[in-house]
């Protein structure tokens, strides 16, 4: 049978979120049900309540980094027990047969992902909710393994923040020696100067804020860039074997693209949207490269996971209670946070 449980969500654009009741689908032979301790909060949570992105569907419980412990498994299921300290990230669901998802990287699967919410069930064939609730039942696929060396409340965040910085250092194969720059300090900003200092890199923060750059190096950047600083800029030109751009608002990349090297990439992880217009001269002269990424496959962040717990890796967090996440949209939306939210589930479940 179908449970109904306690979550907060929004029933319109224009509203608060608030505390109401959902229904989770009763446990499958493959699912795991897990009792949620923590969830991150992430700007796509709050374009997603807002409808900024025009493909919201109400009722909508946000949240997609979530930390909890098994409580029930199915039959089938051979990986997890009661008791297992367990992620589930941006997605709970895929085809698993076209040729993305043969390959590992269900979050581009052929047919859609299914997102942890806002998406469609496969099962019950009802609107999937997000980890803004006490607990969620998810496809034994689709659940990660979390090191239990790490601080747990603040291991929420790498579900998505973590790998969608990750999975392109990883894909572009960022070793030591490599020079590589962090554009943006933020929630995804201060994740990848974490990464790149752990690969070895010669790590760069680049920003528009100088009160910045004392945390940035607190975190792990050799150094700091003033984008705005255009001498500074210029003493870099050509010189970059990486960017990763963490960006997630309309901005002009042509800057960026001068200090690349010959042959080298600029990944953009944060601004889903139109940017300024880009001087095809800055790709053609050097050979240069934009590209995209979106967060990682389940295999890859199992090994993201993995990684952080041999480097002691997690996120910069601040700690709210559920009934204050009205306030913490706020706040991120005014970027006053460093670095992450993350919401205590147990302030809702004794609500």
Known sequence: MSEKIKAYGTEAADKDLQQMEIERRAILKNDVKIDILYCGVCHSDIHAAKNDWGNANYPLVPGHEIIGKVIEVGADVKNYKKGDLVGVGCMVDSCKECSACEDDL??????????????????????????????????????????????????????????????????????????????????????????????GAETYMITTSEEKSADAKKLGADDVIISKNKDEMKKHTGSFDFLLNTVP???????????????????????????????????????????????????????????????????????????????????????????????????????
């Open 249 to 351: 608002v309309k901005h002009d990349i042509n800057p960026y693209l001068q200090i690349l090297k010959r042959d080298s990439t600029m990944v953009m992880v944060g601004a889903i949207e139109p940017l300024e217009p880009m001087n095809g001269g800055n790709l053609i002269m050097g050979r240069k490269r934009v590209a995209g990424s979106l967060i990682g496959g389940i295999k890859e962040t199992q090994e993201m996971l993995d990684f952080c717990g041999e480097h002691n890796i997690t996120s910069e967090i601040e700690m709210i209670d559920m009934q204050d996440i009205n306030k913490a949209f706020e706040r991120v939306t005014n970027n006053d946070v460093k670095y992450r939210f993350v919401i205590d589930m147990k302030t809702l479940k004794e609500a």
């Open 106 to 199: 269900e979050q581009f699967c052929e047919k859609g992902m299914v997102g942890t919410y806002n998406g469609k069930d496969k099962h019950s064939r009802n609107r999937t909710f997000g980890g803004y609730s006490t607990s969620i039942v998810v496809r034994e696929e689709f659940v990660l393994k979390v090191p239990t060396n790490l601080d747990t409340k603040a291991v929420a965040p790498l579900l998505c923040a973590g790998i969608t910085t990750y999975s392109p250092l990883n894909h572009w194969k960022i070793k030591k020696g490599d020079k590589v720059g962090i554009i943006g300090l933020g929630g995804l900003g201060h994740m990848g100067i974490k990464f790149a200092s752990a690969m």
